[in-house]
C-alpha cells in the first residue's frame, strides 16, 4: 500500500522549490520550475528505484535553481535581531545543510505525477509562478516565489496550499526560541542533521 | 535527541497510518454498480413483483370489459340421457304419463345469444373505469418501485459507507495499536520526551478508535443485510459495490417552482389519485347508464331428439324430445330500481370529492417535500463541501508537521491532534458523503423519478 500520497506530493513541492534548471540564456521563472520539474520527473519515470547516483542528481537539479541562503536568511530574519552576529551565522549554517540533508533523506521517497502551471507574475525582479501538483486523484496548489539575481531567476519561498514555508518555519523557530535556549536549539537542529546524515548513510550502505 | 526519538517514531507511525484500503472482492462477491442495483430490487424484490401482478390482474379486468363489449352473451346446453318410451299423439297413446318402461336415449341442445345493441353509455363507461383502473395500478405500481429504488439508493450508499468505515477503521486500529505500544514503550525509556500526558492522550483516542471498528463491523454487516434484502438475495451473501461520483450541487433556489410543476405532473401518487378521479367519473356515468334501459339482439337454436318417442308434428303442441327450432328477436331490457342508482350516483360522488380534496392536499404536500429535500440537499452539498475542506486541512496539517519534524522544529501534541483530526474527518466525509447522496436521492424521489439521481450521478452534477 502506497504511503499517504498527499505527503508524496508536499515533498516534490519541496525538493523543487529546492531545484535547478541547466540553462545558459536566462529562461522565464515559469520555464525555469517547469524544466527543473521535467528532469526530476524524467529520472522518476526512467528508473524504477531511484539511488545514491540519482538522488544526488535530483538533488543538483533542486539546487540549482533555488535560493537556500535567502531561504535560510528569510527564516531567520525576525530573530537574528535577538541573536549575536555569530550565532545568527552558526543558525544559518545548520539551518541550510538541515534543509539539503531534509530534501536528500525525501528524494526518492515522495513524487507528483504532473504538474498544471497556472500562471505566472513578474514585477521588478520577483516573480509568482502559481501551480497545482498532482498525484494520482490528489492535489495541492503550489506556488513559487523566484527572485531573479546574477542573471538568473532562483525560487525563495513556496507556498502549499496556503501555507507559506518560510513564514511557517519562522513560527516554529519563534515558538522553540520562547521556550528553549539558543544552544538547546542548535543542538536540536544539529542531533536532527546527524540523524538525517546518519539514515542516508545507513541507505547508502545497504544499496551497495 | 529524546525530541528527536520522539518525533522520528511518531512520523514513522503517522506515515505508516495513511494507507487507507478496501478490503478484496472476492471470487464469490458480486459487485454492483448503483444502476445494476436499482434494477435488480424492481425486477427481483417480491414487492415489486407483486404490484406487476396487480397491474396485470388490472389488464385482464379491462380485457375483459373490452371482451364484453365486442362479444356477445352466448350459450350452449347440451342433455343426454334415458328417457321412457311413449307412443301415439295426444289424442291417443298405449302409455301412461308414470310409465317407467322401455326405456330410450334422447339428446337435446340449444345455442343462444343475447348481443346489447345500444346501452346508453353503460359499456363505455365501464371500459373507461376499468382503463382508469389499469392506469391506477400502474401508477402505485411506480410508487412501489420508486420506493424500492430509493430505498436501495439509501442501502447502496449505507452499504458503501459501511465498506470505507470498516477499512479505515481496520487500518486505524491496526496503526494506532503499534501506536499505543510505542507510545507506551517510550514512556518507560528514560531518554525519551514522551511522558505519561502523551500516553493518557493516545489511550483517551484509542476508544473512539475501537468505537469506531465495532461500529463499522456492526454497521457493515447491518447493511449488507439490508440491501441484499431489497436485492432479494441471501441475507448473508457478500456483495461488493462500485464507486460512483458525487454530483455536485449547483442549482438554484430560483427554480424551485418549475421543480414544483414537474413534480405535480411526475409525482406517481398524483398520477394514481388522477386516474382514481377519472375512474370514479366513468362509474358515475355507469351508474347513471344504469337508470337507462338496454337494447339488444337475441338469437336462439334448439334440437331434441329421442327415437323410442312419437314425433309430435303438431305445432301448437310442445314436445321436449323431438323437435328443431330456430329464432332471433330484438328486445329491451330497464331495471326498474332507478332510486337505488341514484343512490349509488350520489355515494360516487362523494367518493369523487373525497379523492379530489386528497388530491389537493396532495399538490400542496408535494410543494413542502420539494423544498424540504431541496434545503436537506443544499444543506448536505455545503457540509459535504465543507468536511472535504476540513479534511484537506487535516491533511495539510499533518504535512505541515512532518516537514517540520523533518527539519527538527515540530510539536508532538500537535501532531497527536492533526493525527486525531485526519482520521475524524475522513470519518466524516464517509458520512457526509452518505447524507448528501441520501438527500439527493429524496430530492429526487419526492419530484417523482428516482431516475433523475441517477442521471445526476452520471454527470457529476444536478441539474434539471
Redesign the interface.
Given at each position: 500500500?502506497?504511503?499517504?500520497s498527499?505527503?508524496r506530493l508536499?515533498?516534490w513541492g519541496?525538493l523543487i522549490s529546492l531545484g535547478t534548471a541547466f540553462s545558459l540564456s536566462p529562461q522565464s521563472p515559469l520555464e525555469i520550475i517547469k524544466t527543473s520539474n521535467q528532469q526530476v520527473l524524467e529520472i522518476y519515470n526512467a528508473n524504477e528505484k531511484i539511488d545514491h547516483a540519482l538522488k544526488n542528481e535530483i538533488i543538483q537539479i533542486i539546487e540549482s535553481v533555488t535560493d537556500l541562503d535567502e531561504i535560510s536568511n528569510r527564516t531567520t530574519s525576525s530573530f537574528c535581531c535577538n541573536l549575536s552576529s555569530e550565532q545568527c551565522a552558526e543558525f544559518n549554517q545548520v539551518f541550510k545543510q538541515?534543509?539539503r540533508a531534509?530534501s536528500m533523506?525525501?528524494v526518492g521517497r515522495y513524487r507528483a505525477d504532473r504538474f498544471e502551471y497556472l500562471e505566472e507574475k513578474i514585477e521588478g525582479n520577483k516573480a509568482l509562478v502559481k501551480t497545482t501538483a498532482y498525484y494520482e486523484d490528489e492535489y495541492?496548489t503550489l506556488d513559487y516565489l523566484l527572485e531573479y539575481k546574477n542573471n538568473k531567476w532562483k525560487i525563495i519561498n513556496y507556498v502549499?496550499?496556503d501555507?507559506d514555508t518560510i513564514r511557517?518555519?519562522r513560527k516554529?523557530?519563534i515558538?522553540?526560541f520562547a521556550k528553549y535556549t539558543f544552544s538547546e536549539v542548535i543542538a536540536?537542529?544539529n542531533?536532527?542533521?546527524l540523524?538525517?546524515e546518519e539514515e542516508e548513510n545507513t541507505l547508502n550502505l545497504d544499496n551497495s | 535527541m529524546r525530541f528527536f526519538k520522539k518525533i522520528t517514531f511518531l512520523l514513522f507511525l503517522i506515515l505508516s497510518c495513511w494507507s487507507v484500503s478496501f478490503s478484496q472482492t472476492g471470487t464469490n462477491t458480486k459487485t454492483y454498480s448503483l444502476e445494476s442495483a436499482i434494477q435488480t430490487a424492481k425486477a427481483q424484490n417480491p414487492l415489486g413483483k407483486a404490484t406487476e401482478f396487480e397491474v396485470q390482474k388490472a389488464f385482464f379486468t379491462l380485457k375483459k370489459t373490452l371482451a364484453l363489449k365486442n362479444t356477445p352473451q352466448m350459450r350452449f346446453n347440451l342433455y343426454s340421457g334415458l328417457v321412457p318410451e311413449a307412443r301415439g299423439d295426444i289424442f291417443y297413446s298405449p302409455d301412461k304419463s308414470d310409465d317407467l318402461d322401455n326405456f330410450g336415449p334422447f339428446i337435446r341442445m340449444s345455442f343462444d345469444l343475447v348481443k346489447s345493441i345500444y346501452t346508453f353509455g353503460r359499456t363505455s363507461s365501464a371500459i373507461e373505469a376499468a382503463r382508469q383502473g389499469l392506469y391506477m395500478e400502474e401508477a402505485r405500481k411506480d410508487i412501489v418501485l420508486e420506493t424500492l429504488a430509493f430505498e436501495t439508493v439509501k442501502a447502496y450508499w449505507g452499504l458503501s459507507a459501511a465498506l470505507k468505515a470498516e477499512s479505515l477503521g481496520e487500518d486505524m486500529k491496526k496503526n494506532y495499536k503499534k501506536f499505543l505500544n510505542e507510545v507506551e514503550e517510550r514512556v518507560q525509556d528514560e531518554e525519551s520526551e514522551v511522558d505519561d500526558l502523551d500516553l493518557f492522550e493516545v489511550r483517551i483516542f484509542n476508544y473512539s478508535v475501537e468505537e469506531m471498528v465495532q461500529e463499522s463491523h456492526k454497521l457493515k454487516t447491518l447493511s449488507t443485510k439490508v440491501f441484499n434484502s431489497l436485492l432479494n438475495l441471501e441475507l448473508n451473501q457478500a456483495v461488493s459495490i462500485s464507486n460512483e461520483p458525487t454530483p455536485l450541487f449547483m442549482f438554484s433556489e430560483n427554480n424551485l417552482s418549475d421543480v414544483i410543476s414537474l413534480a405535480e405532473k411526475l409525482r406517481p401518487e398524483a398520477r394514481a389519485l388522477n386516474s382514481a378521479l377519472f375512474a370514479l367519473q366513468a362509474r358515475i356515468d355507469l351508474a347513471k347508464s344504469h337508470r337507462l334501459p338496454v337494447i339488444f339482439l337475441a338469437a336462439g337454436l334448439g334440437y331434441a331428439y329421442s327415437p323410442n318417442r312419437a314425433d309430435q308434428t303438431n305445432p301448437f303442441v310442445l314436445d321436449s324430445f323431438n323437435y328443431k327450432r330456430v329464432g332471433a328477436a330484438f328486445g329491451l331490457k330497464w331495471d326498474a330500481n332507478i332510486s337505488l342508482y341514484n343512490i349509488e350516483i350520489q355515494k360516487t360522488k362523494s367518493e369523487y370529492k373525497a379523492i379530489l380534496e386528497k388530491h389537493n392536499a396532495l399538490k400542496s404536500r408535494i410543494g413542502v417535500e420539494v423544498n424540504q429535500a431541496f434545503a436537506e440537499a443544499e444543506k448536505n452539498a455545503v457540509l459535504l463541501s465543507e468536511a472535504r475542506k476540513a479534511l484537506k486541512s487535516a491533511k495539510s496539517w499533518i504535512r505541515l508537521n512532518i516537514e517540520n519534524w523533518e527539519l527538527g522544529i515540530g510539536d508532538v501534541f500537535r501532531m497527536i491532534r492533526a493525527y486525531e483530526a485526519y482520521y475524524r474527518f475522513l470519518r466524516l466525509e464517509i458520512e457526509r458523503e452518505y447524507q448528501n447522496h441520501v438527500s439527493l436521492a429524496r430530492l429526487a424521489f419526492v419530484i417523482g423519478d428516482i431516475n433523475i439521481y441517477q442521471k445526476w450521478v452520471k454527470n457529476g452534477k444536478v441539474f434539471f
Open positions: 500500500m502506497a504511503r499517504f498527499f505527503n508536499f515533498t519541496v538541515l534543509l531534509s533523506s525525501k495541492l502549499t496550499d501555507v511557517n518555519y516554529q523557530f515558538r522553540l536540536r537542529l542531533k536532527k542533521l540523524s538525517l | -
